[in-house]
């Protein structure tokens, strides 16, 4: 059975900096690419970030490029998220998944979330 | 970047209706798009992927067609554990969403 945890949230002030993390099990970690999704309080969906299988190749949302860092330890079977000068429009639950690559080269489906972790920025 | 665009944002039908929810993609796409399901205060959860194919444990009643620019999330015969919000993605880019109530 495959469990994602998150963990890490709380409230920070802007231009702080957050590390969240997700505890994976239940599967072959190594074997999927993995990201984060974020959904602001009463909004939709929207990806952060993604990190390949090994970890070689990570991808950022435009909108946190520079400010967001994405990593992995397959050894630990973690992913993480380093937030870093935060604005208040990042205030978000976010939720890591696991990615289902359906074709080489093309980002597939997402068919396994964790619970979420409320990241609330505010002075 | 892909946009995707969805609709309607919001819908209310009867117990027994059959629903459409469209999303078009401002580009031709090669058919990987997928359907989400979130219940408010519950995590999203996989109902389609690369367009049709109906995720492992998900009702018989949900189906998705479509290519190119075109894709559609049919429920048919809408149950009262419907209500939610539905989502389609294309890669790094989720529609806007569309909230289906039950009258």
């Known amino acids: 059975q495959v469990d994602l945890v998150e963990s890490g949230g709380g409230v920070v002030q802007p231009g702080r900096s957050l590390r969240l993390s997700c505890a994976a099990s239940g599967f072959t970690f190594n074997h999927y690419a993995m990201h984060w999704v974020r959904q602001a309080p009463g909004k939709g969906l929207e990806w952060v970030a993604g990190?390949?299988?090994?970890?070689?190749?990570?991808y950022q949302a435009d909108s946190v490029k520079g400010r967001f860092t994405i990593s992995r330890d397959n050894s630990k079977n973690t992913l993480d998220l380093q937030l870093n000068s935060l604005r208040v429009d990042d205030t978000a639950v976010y939720y890591c998944?696991?990615?289902?690559?359906?074709?080489?080269?093309?980002?597939?489906?997402?068919?396994?979330w964790g619970q979420g972790t409320l990241v609330t920025v505010a002075s | 970047d892909i946009q995707m665009t969805q609709s309607p944002s919001s819908l209310s039908a009867s117990v027994g209706d059959t629903v459409t929810i469209t999303c078009r993609a401002s580009q031709s796409i090669s058919g990987y798009v997928n359907w989400y399901q979130q219940k408010p205060g519950k995590v999203p959860r996989l109902l389609i992927y690369t367009a049709s194919t109906l995720q492992s444990g998900v009702p018989s009643r949900f189906s998705g067609s479509g290519s190119g620019t075109d894709f559609t999330l049919t429920i048919s015969s809408l149950q009262p554990e419907d209500s939610a919000t539905y989502y389609c993605q294309q890669a790094k880019t989720f529609g806007g969403g569309t909230k289906v109530a039950i009258k």
């Open positions: 990190v390949s299988h090994d970890g070689g190749n990570q």
């Open positions: 998944a696991r990615e289902v690559s359906v074709l080489w080269g093309t980002m597939g489906h997402f068919d396994s």
